[in-house]
Protein backbone atom coordinates (compact mmCIF):
# COMPACT_ATOMS: atom_id res chain seq x y z
CA UNK A 1 0.00 0.00 0.00
CA UNK A 2 1.63 3.38 -1.25
CA UNK A 3 0.17 6.10 0.24
CA UNK A 4 0.78 8.54 -2.51
CA UNK A 5 -0.90 6.52 -4.91
CA UNK A 6 -4.27 5.90 -2.19
CA UNK A 7 -4.29 10.02 -2.58
CA UNK A 8 -3.77 10.41 -5.57
CA UNK A 9 -7.29 8.36 -6.29
CA UNK A 10 -9.16 9.95 -3.77
CA UNK A 11 -7.96 13.87 -4.66
CA UNK A 12 -9.76 13.06 -8.23
CA UNK A 13 -13.15 13.00 -7.06
CA UNK A 14 -12.73 15.76 -4.74
CA UNK A 15 -11.37 18.25 -7.44
CA UNK A 16 -14.64 18.32 -9.06
CA UNK A 17 -16.65 17.58 -6.32
CA UNK A 18 -15.89 20.30 -4.34
CA UNK A 19 -17.43 23.01 -6.94
CA UNK A 20 -20.50 20.94 -7.43
CA UNK A 21 -20.98 21.20 -3.63
CA UNK A 22 -20.54 24.63 -3.53
CA UNK A 23 -22.85 25.59 -6.35
CA UNK A 24 -25.23 23.37 -4.67
CA UNK A 25 -24.90 25.16 -1.50
CA UNK A 26 -25.05 28.66 -3.63
CA UNK A 27 -28.39 27.66 -5.20
CA UNK A 28 -29.72 25.98 -1.99
CA UNK A 29 -29.12 29.46 0.02
CA UNK A 30 -30.00 31.46 -2.69
CA UNK A 31 -33.85 29.55 -2.92
CA UNK A 32 -34.09 30.32 1.15
CA UNK A 33 -32.97 34.09 0.65
CA UNK A 34 -35.76 34.29 -2.27
CA UNK A 35 -37.99 31.84 -0.39
CA UNK A 36 -38.08 34.68 2.56
CA UNK A 37 -37.99 37.85 0.83
CA UNK A 38 -40.51 36.91 -1.64
CA UNK A 39 -42.42 34.57 0.79
CA UNK A 40 -43.50 32.76 -1.80
CA UNK A 41 -42.84 29.25 -0.38
CA UNK A 42 -44.60 27.24 -3.04
CA UNK A 43 -43.16 28.39 -6.01
CA UNK A 44 -39.93 28.21 -4.71
CA UNK A 45 -40.55 24.61 -3.60
CA UNK A 46 -41.98 23.93 -7.56
CA UNK A 47 -39.07 25.42 -8.61
CA UNK A 48 -37.05 23.54 -6.89
CA UNK A 49 -38.96 19.77 -7.45
CA UNK A 50 -38.41 20.92 -11.42
CA UNK A 51 -35.17 21.33 -11.16
CA UNK A 52 -34.46 18.01 -9.27
CA UNK A 53 -36.41 16.08 -11.48
CA UNK A 54 -35.86 18.13 -14.58
Given amino acids: M ?3 FKLKKRDEPWKWGAPVILAGAL ?12 GQG ?11 TG
Fill in 2 to 4: KPG
Fill in 27 to 38: LFSLLISGLLLE
Fill in 42 to 52: KSALNGLFILW
